[in-house]
């Protein structure tokens, strides 16, 4: 389903409606026929509003109290590689121009939600589709479309990790070549128990890396420190089975030992899921 998210006048509203246009017509073509330079947009970092800025800086200063100790040295790491601005809604070509040399991957602007296929076709391109606009002040502690800060802060500091990064191509050619039922509704249940609500083990202790998480202070402490949450040992094949709902706070989580074991498990996944497709790993 189509949401349209125009909480300021960020996104031009000609060039946006042809980038959702795409991406919607892109929902059912052959693979090799999705471009997704159609589905991206321009950011126009000069129509960000004061407001919008203190919505950033405010976000990004209470989520960085606690996730000094809450989060992944690798997640934290990245966010010292990439240098975000705390005081401003990120430039996205200052966010490439560090991540690029790092990884390969590129944070490209879209407007909002695209079709899952669209979605996969940039994640196998290193390109990760990011929604420029920001909530408002009004729902500052919630807001359930994507917006910059969940997708900048919350998703691209791992970009710049090569492990983490390589996953995630391998994931978006997995997901993109698929259209075994089975196949897809396994790699959904993939992505939500890792890159939006993993947790991994460093050092003794359990740390946060999904975005779903690193982007919510209620969440987050619920994930590291309610007893209500069963935390177990990460299987790739365990997780796949495993169904979620996405309207209250997480009763099962799945923690890795590192992650070259998501890396690795995906690869020997995918491997399988495009020989069914008859696509070259």
């Known amino acids: 389903m189509r949401k349209d998210i125009r909480y300021n006048e960020v996104i031009d509203g000609a060039e946006f409606e042809r980038a959702q246009?795409?991406?919607d017509?892109?929902?059912n073509l052959p693979e090799h026929l999705i471009n997704p330079e159609k589905f991206y947009v321009t950011q126009h970092w000069d129509r960000y509003t004061q407001e919008n800025h203190e919505v950033w800086a405010t976000l990004v200063a209470r989520r960085m109290e606690s996730l000094g100790s809450q989060a992944s040295e690798v997640f934290l790491n990245g966010v010292r590689l990439l240098g975000f601005d705390q005081l401003q809604v990120p430039r996205l070509e200052n966010v490439n121009a560090k991540l690029g040399p790092l990884t390969g991957w590129q944070s490209r602007g879209v407007p909002g939600y695209l079709p899952a296929k669209s979605f996969f076709a940039c994640l196998a391109k290193r390109e990760f589709p990011t929604t420029i606009v920001i909530r408002p002040q009004e729902l500052l502690e919630y807001l359930p479309e994507p917006d910059i800060f969940h997708d900048v802060f919350?998703?691209?500091p791992l970009h710049a990790d090569p492990v983490f990064a390589d996953f995630l191509?391998?994931?978006g050619?997995?997901?993109l070549h698929t259209n075994n039922p089975n196949h897809i509704e396994r790699l959904a249940r993939l992505f939500w128990f890792?890159?939006?609500?993993g947790l991994i083990r460093e050092n003794g202790q359990t740390k946060l890396y999904g975005s779903g998480l690193i982007s919510s202070l209620g969440e987050s402490f619920h994930a590291l420190e309610s007893a209500n949450v069963d935390r177990r040992p990460f299987?790739?094949?365990r997780v796949c089975d495993t169904p979620f709902e996405i309207d209250h706070y997480q009763p099962i989580l799945y923690e890795l030992e590192c992650f070259e074991q998501l890396r690795d498990g995906m690869s020997e996944y995918a491997e399988?899921?495009?020989n069914e497709a008859g696509v070259a790993a």
Do not use: I, M, P
């Open 25 to 27: 017509n892109s929902a």
């Open 235 to 237: 299987d790739l094949d």
């Open 21 to 23: 246009a795409a991406a």
């Open 154 to 156: 919350g998703h691209v």
């Open 194 to 197: 890792t890159v939006e609500f």
């Open 173 to 175: 050619k997995a997901a």
């Open 169 to 171: 191509q391998t994931y």
């Open 272 to 274: 399988r899921v495009l």
